[in-house]
């Protein structure tokens, strides 16, 4: 018994009680699903041309035959690599499983040592290791994080360019404690000093960089007598406006 629908990838006829993939546009064939996200039998074997080679699915097969025999592969492969129950190690598992090994080398810790895709999600959820400096000032806070994925633009550029490759790793910003909504917010609409970004190499220069920020803010915020006017002000205005 033939359903209404083709399936998406190869075009064949999608029969009831078959595997099926879910795709947010339709439906297609588990294999054919396992295709469009693993890749051919050659990319995972890493004989294509992502690795130097020339193999993607094998010659002579329809997009359906291709397709049954890159799941077959995955599926064979998946029970002599199986999936870590940790979260993280299976992303790293992921990664590796799809060939993606281009992302090795982006992630970095605290001391600028490389890391997994997994190390640097198990670590950038833990906030003390996130965490390097804060400094409150009432309604204002300089706060410094660690972000563990290079921000440098500077990997981009060809070889040979000059310029400074090191990966930028750490943020400071200023937020402002919006008086009326109670969040901290990095942009400068309410606060001059809002959104007031600086980005660091080093755990180092990160440390002497908040300190900095420290002393911009401590130089140009106003009076705390002047913050509790602006506050009283500010109350004022939305209360009038919620009367109206
Ligand atoms: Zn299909
Ligand atoms: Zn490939």
Not at 43 to 67: I, M, N, W, Y
Request: proline share 7%; net charge negative; glycine share 8%.
């Amino acid at each position: 018994m033939i359903s209404s629908g083709l399936c998406l990838y190869c075009s064949e006829p999608i029969v009831e009680g078959e595997p099926l993939g879910d795709v947010s546009n339709g439906t297609v064939h588990r294999e054919c699903l396992i295709r469009m996200t693993a890749g051919s039998l050659g990319h995972q074997q890493q004989k294509c041309s992502c690795f130097g080679g020339q193999e993607e699915d094998p010659p002579g097969l329809t997009v359906r035959e291709a397709a049954r025999a890159a799941a077959d592969y995955f599926d064979r492969t998946a029970q002599e690599d199986p999936p870590p129950a940790d979260r993280f190690e299976r992303l790293d598992w992921m990664e590796r499983r799809s060939g993606n090994n281009e992302r090795a080398g982006d992630y970095y810790d605290r001391n600028g040592l490389p890391l997994s895709l997994g190390e640097w999600a198990r670590r950038i959820e833990d906030p003390n290791y996130k965490r390097v400096a804060l400094t409150n000032f009432g309604p204002l806070a300089v706060s410094t994080v660690w972000l563990g994925m290079d921000h440098s633009f500077a990997r981009f550029l060809p070889p040979g360019a000059g310029a400074d490759r090191r990966p930028i790793l750490f943020e400071t910003m200023v937020f402002f404690l919006d008086p009326v909504t109670g969040e901290w917010i990095s942009d400068d609409t309410k606060h001059e000093l809002a959104g007031e970004q600086h980005r660091w190499h080093t755990l180092e220069d990160a440390l002497a960089g908040h300190e900095t920020v420290v002393q911009y803010v401590k130089d140009n915020i106003l009076p705390p007598e002047a913050v509790e006017s602006i506050r009283d002000l500010l109350t004022t205005v939305y209360k009038v406006e919620e009367d109206q």
